[in-house]
T-cell receptor
Framework: DQQVKQNSPSLSVQEGRISILNCDYT??????FLWYKKYPAEGPTFLIS?????DKNEDGRFTVFLNKSAKHLSLHIVPSQPGDSAVYFCAASALRSGYSTLTFGKGTMLLVSP | DVKVTQSSRYLVKRTGEKVFLECVQDMDHENMFWYRQDPGLGLRLIYF???????EKGDIPEGYSVSREKKERFSLILESASTNQTSMYLC?????????????FGQGTRLTVV
């Protein structure tokens, strides 16, 4: 049973426009949410995070929104750039054996065209 | 600059071989993780460790074991490699405690079992 869901396998956006990547979760025990970006043949790199007590976090062109009642979060990239083309993973943190572990979604491949 | 280093970028092994994947981090992190990434499945947690000589099963531990003899090193062992273990393997580390959950990833090891 998948606890973190990214229902869009891919997304295509034009340069300069907004990219919106969505993520849903089912486990109400998740207390922290993160977005990672991954280029081919590289490890994921941390992008932005949000605590479950907040509803928005912004860092430059990247903003994450959290709707706890809907168990939904989204990543907005404005303006999108070709270098943003990558796979984006949504991750959620919960305690396992008393220690934080991350549960990842399947990822969304973002393609930003010039 | 934080660094998680995996010993090999690419490996090709035969079915039935015992395979060791090595990971070293230089950040003095307490927690270390092994994930595998497969197309359409995202990142799935195999094992994690929160202290030297301590280990916990993740979501898909079958066919794997781990070793953590030193704080900076976490090894993933495939006892008898099978073709369904062909995958991208990702090591990660993070600081201890429940609140700080950002994980830093290595560059990945692409393992092919033939």
């Amino acid at each position: 049973d998948q606890q973190v869901k990214q229902n869009s396998p891919s997304l295509s956006v034009q340069e300069g426009r907004i990219s919106i990547l969505n993520c849903d979760y089912t486990n109400s025990m998740f207390d922290y949410f993160l977005w990672y970006k991954k280029y081919p043949a590289e490890g994921p790199t941390f992008l932005i995070s949000i605590s479950s007590i907040k509803d928005k976090n912004e860092d430059g062109r990247f903003t994450v929104f959290l709707n706890k009642s809907a168990k939904h979060l989204s990543l907005h990239i404005v303006p999108s750039q070709p270098g943003d083309s990558a796979v984006y993973f949504c991750a959620a943190s919960a305690l396992r054996s008393g220690y934080s572990t991350l549960t990842f979604g399947k990822g969304t491949m973002l393609l930003v065209s010039p | 600059d934080v660094k998680v280093t995996q010993s090999s970028r690419y490996l090709v092994k035969r079915t039935g071989e015992k395979v060791f994947l090595e990971c070293v981090q230089d950040m003095d992190h307490e927690n270390m993780f092994w994930y595998r990434q497969d197309p359409g499945l995202g990142l799935r947690l195999i094992y994690f460790s929160y202290d030297v000589k301590m280990k916990e099963k993740g979501d898909i531990p079958e066919g794997y074991s781990v070793s953590r003899e030193k704080k900076e090193r976490f090894s993933l062992i495939l006892e008898s490699a099978s073709t369904n273990q062909t995958s991208m393997y990702l090591c990660a580390s993070s600081t201890g405690g429940a609140l700080n959950t950002e994980a830093f990833f290595g560059q990945g090891t692409r393992l092919t079992v033939v």
